[in-house]
Nanobody, 127 residues
Framework: QVQLLESGGGLVQPGGSLRLSCVVS????????MAWFRQPPGKDREFVAA????????SYKNSLKGRFTVSRDNAKNSLYLQMNSLESEDTAAYYC????????????????????WGQGTQVTVSS
């Protein structure tokens, strides 16, 4: 059974940075397509970024390109999200997700394709 554990959330001032981590257990992360989603207060969960299992190709929510960077370290069985120039609108619970499926690019943003989810880590951007 795949388990995902996120960490790295917290309170940060606008303009600051945070790096989220997601550690995978139960399976080698190299065999997983992985993603970050977030759920702002009172809103639906939304796609943030993903990285394919085979090619490590990345995909981002358009509005986050240039500020957020997703990466993976299969040697550490981990997924990361570097978030820079944070804004109050980035306040949300951030979730790590994974699937053993080989998703096509257009499917990476669909949460219905992910089989495994972490418990989430809270990011609050406020002065």
């Amino acid at each position: 059974q795949v388990q995902l554990l996120e960490s790295g959330g917290g309170l940060v001032q606008p303009g600051g940075s945070l790096r989220l981590s997601c550690v995978v257990s139960g399976r080698a992360s190299s065999g997983l397509t992985m993603a970050w989603f977030r759920q702002p207060p009172g809103k639906d969960r939304e796609f943030v970024a993903a990285v394919k299992r085979s090619s490590s190709m990345t995909s981002y929510k358009n509005s986050l390109k240039g500020r957020f960077t997703v990466s993976r370290d299969n040697a550490k069985n981990s997924l990361y999200l570097q978030m820079n120039s944070l804004e109050s609108e980035d306040t949300a619970a951030y979730y790590c997700a994974a699937t053993t499926g080989g998703l096509i690019t257009s499917s990476l943003s669909g949460e219905q394709w992910y089989d495994y989810w972490g418990q989430g880590t809270q990011v609050t951007v406020s002065s």
